[in-house]
C-alpha cells in the first residue's frame, strides 16, 4: 500500500500565503516525480508545479514567479509554497507522485485525495 497525505489547504485572502505538504508513505522502492495538481470547479484538472527525484522543476506558466516546488527526499514528502495568490489559484489541490514499490516493479502514479485552497477577493 502507498498512502500520499496532504496538509496545509485553507481558506486566504487574495496577496496572502500558504504552503502545501504532502508525505508518500507505504511499501516505497524508490520515487520519481512528485509534483501538485489542481482542479477548479467545472474545469478539468491541470498541472501546477512537478520536481524530479533529481532537482528537475516544471510550473504552470500562470504560476511562475509566484509558487515554488521543493521537495525532501529523505522524507519522500514534497512542498508547494504559494505566494501572492490570486481567486483564480481556488480550486482543489492534489499531490501526486510516481513511485516503484518494488526493485523490478514499474513506476506508477499515485495520487492524493486533495485539499481545499480558497482564495478571497
Known amino acids: 500500500q502507498v498512502q500520499l497525505v496532504e496538509s496545509g489547504g485553507g481558506l486566504v485572502q487574495a496577496g496572502g500565503s500558504l504552503m502545501l505538504s504532502c508525505a508518500a508513505s507505504?511499501?516505497?522502492?524508490?520515487?520519481?516525480?512528485m509534483g501538485w495538481y489542481r482542479q477548479a470547479p467545472g474545469k478539468q484538472r491541470e498541472l501546477v508545479a512537478d520536481?524530479?527525484?533529481?532537482?528537475?522543476?516544471n510550473y504552470a506558466d500562470s504560476v511562475k514567479g509566484r509558487f515554488t516546488i521543493s521537495r525532501d527526499n529523505a522524507k519522500n514528502t514534497v512542498y508547494l509554497q504559494m505566494n501572492s495568490l490570486k481567486p483564480e489559484d481556488t480550486a482543489v489541490y492534489f499531490c501526486?507522485?510516481?513511485?516503484?514499490?518494488?526493485?523490478?516493479?514499474?513506476?506508477?502514479?499515485?495520487w492524493g485525495e486533495g485539499t481545499l485552497v480558497t482564495v478571497s477577493s
Open positions: 520536481i524530479t527525484s533529481g532537482g528537475s522543476i
Open positions: 507505504g511499501s516505497i522502492f524508490s520515487i520519481n516525480a
Open positions: 501526486n507522485a510516481v513511485i516503484r514499490r518494488r526493485r523490478l516493479s514499474n513506476y506508477m502514479d499515485y
